[in-house]
């Protein structure tokens, strides 16, 4: 429980008013009785705007560098907040840190169920990682910890911050390509998380990785891997295989999650945990929204629309070839990835039209990604909905625009969430009321 008036790493002015928090936050409109505000600097405004109405909404203290009740006044509210999180950190004996350019939320979820360890919520920026390590830096339990990059530099921050006794990199590919530079950048800036700590990496990273420049770094899932899953079999209802002799179900599961759940059970046997409690905690795993979420019905949808890149559109499409039936992929664009874009888009397109029957696309590169390609998300949309039969598995990819307006979004195809929506809506129509379907 963050305490302003517990000792401090930082000096501070710390108001008699203020009071022990549960949680902290940057947005001051989740600000409340329980949570406390952090007045960080922005892109456009800086938090201090929003002081006042963290107080209002009875925020037990403000992290500011103002002069107002119930503050915790510093220089330098950023600096204090990140001094904070080291300190607590340096408390929990136990801290994954997870990496990669695709299923690092999946990978996440799945060590934390196994490991019954408390664990970031979606938001994994530095600030996101900084209030979590305080709220939970104390705790007996591990600690996982989600560390993505967009830049040069920031895993280095961010390992600086979180310091992981155990550093992991789910997968290798072109993401952020726009900011990063190139895949060698890639390769580079992830691996500072195998850097003198106990290094596991996913099969399809383990490549990239070789144990001449990564010593004591060992690959995980199947096949010809050290932390090995075996006898992985692979069906519409989900994933089954054996761990260290357990046997493992993961209902509506693909190989993403399996490879996932084999890092999280490989983590459990290291920790000295009971591998048969922890493979039934991760039966009932449940990702966020928008991260390979199976829909079964009438037809069924796969939502993995929160985000996409390169490889883990192949991994959505690899996943959907194990479904019965007829089989459409729609997909949207994949943000920042630099000067390749339009080939990278040419060689997911190229996929998608051997893993589906149908395939459509949307926005910008709409030809490249389906050989149904519209300008528009509800064009899209509308014919979609008009073609669907009972019986179908439509997967959904692309990545969120997530700051960009509406009207970007629906243009440039990107946020198919909408998409999803429509379909599970028609899912829960009568039966008969689709429109080829009926014919």
């Known amino acids: 429980m963050p305490d302003p008036h517990a000792p401090l790493p930082f000096e501070a002015a710390v108001h008699p008013e203020a009071r022990p928090a549960t949680r902290l936050t940057w947005d001051s409109r989740t600000a409340s009785p329980e949570v406390a505000f952090v007045a960080l600097p922005g892109e456009k405004m800086h938090g201090n705007q929003f002081v006042q109405g963290a107080l209002d909404a009875g925020a037990p203290f403000v992290l500011t560098d103002l002069d107002v009740p119930r503050a915790v006044r510093v220089a330098d509210a950023q600096a204090a907040l990140f001094a904070w999180a080291r300190s607590e950190r340096a408390h929990n004996p136990h801290v994954v840190g997870i990496t990669g350019s695709a299923g690092k939320t999946t990978a996440k979820a ?54 992981p006794d155990v550093g992991v990199v789910t997968a290798i590919g072109p993401a952020h390509l726009e900011q990063l530079g190139s895949l060698e950048n890639i390769v580079r800036e992830k691996g500072m998380i195998l850097r003198g700590v106990r290094g596991l990496v996913g099969a399809q990273a383990a490549p990239y990785y070789p144990g001449a420049d990564y010593p004591g770094v060992d690959s995980y899932g199947f096949g010809d891997v050290t932390v090995a899953g075996r006898d992985l079999e692979l069906t519409p209802g989900g994933a089954r295989f054996n761990f260290a002799g357990v046997p493992v179900q993961l209902p509506l599961a693909s190989r993403v999650q399996a490879e996932a759940a084999v890092l999280a059970l490989g983590l459990a046997q290291e920790a000295g945990l009971e591998l048969a409690g922890a493979a039934h905690r991760l039966s009932g795993v449940q990702v966020p929204g928008g991260r390979y979420r199976v829909h079964p019905g009438r037809f069924t949808v796969i939502d993995d629309a929160y985000n996409a890149s390169p490889v883990a559109v192949r991994a959505a499409l690899e996943a959907l070839g194990s479904f019965a039936g007829r089989r459409i992929s729609v997909l949207g664009r994949m943000l920042e990835l630099g000067e390749t874009e339009r080939s990278l888009h040419a060689e997911v397109g190229a996929l998608a039209r051997q893993a589906a029957d149908l395939s459509y696309g949307v926005g910008a590169f709409a030809a490249e990604l389906g050989e149904r390609a519209f300008r528009t998300v509800p064009e899209l949309t509308a014919d979609l909905l008009a073609t669907v039969q009972d019986g179908d598995v439509i997967l959904v990819k692309a990545s969120r625009g997530i700051s960009w307006t509406p009207e970007q979004r629906a243009q440039e195809g990107v946020g198919l969430d909408t998409v999803v929506e429509a379909l599970l809506e028609l899912q829960a129509q009568r039966p008969g009321g689709l429109g080829n379907a009926a014919r």
Request: hydrophobic letters at 55%; glycine letters at 8%; proline letters at 6%.
């Open 110 to 163: 799945y060590a934390a169920a196994a490991l019954h360890a408390h664990f970031m919520p979606v938001f994994n920026t530095m600030p996101a990682i900084a209030c979590f390590l305080i709220e939970h830096g104390r705790s007996a339990r591990p600690l996982v910890v989600e560390m993505g990059i967009d830049r040069l530099g920031e895993m280095a921050e961010l390992v600086g911050l979180v310091r």
